[in-house]
């Protein structure tokens, strides 16, 4: 599976942003995904997961109530939806799946992953 993220950017506080995973070379579905982000200096960060039916979802506290995962199957694509962003959450955002059907929070967990999307939050 290869995947491919987009949809990051400049936005100012407060501001919003959608970054999208488009997933090619087999089946999106079997696998969960998640969302991480890695600023300089600083380890990678889970953000959120959602398993492969997307019927559960999962948040770390940095992302509750501002960031929204999902997916789309069909598409083979997943997304992660970001309100009130600030700018601590100025970073590369990447996505990843993982050849099991339920969310880890640990990087090595996960052994597809995108190429990272900018995203840039000015004060």
């Known amino acids: 599976v290869q995947l491919q993220a987009f949809g990051g950017g400049l936005v100012q506080a407060g501001g919003s942003l959608t970054l999208a995973c488009a997933a090619s070379g087999d089946t999106f579905s079997p696998y969960a995904m998640a969302w991480f982000r890695q600023a300089p200096g600083k380890e990678r960060e889970f953000l959120a997961g959602?398993?492969?039916?997307?019927?559960?979802?999962h948040y770390a506290a940095s992302a509750k109530g501002r960031f929204t995962i999902s997916r789309d199957n069909a598409k083979n694509t997943g997304y992660l939806q970001m309100d009130s962003l600030e700018p601590e959450d100025t970073a590369v955002y990447y996505c990843?799946?993982?050849?099991?059907?339920?969310?880890?929070?640990?990087?090595?967990?996960?052994?597809?992953w995108g190429q990272g999307t900018q995203v840039t939050v000015s004060s």
């Open positions: 959602i398993t492969w039916r997307g019927g559960d979802t």
């Open positions: 990843a799946a993982r050849g099991s059907s339920t969310i880890a929070t640990i990087p090595d967990r996960y052994i597809y």
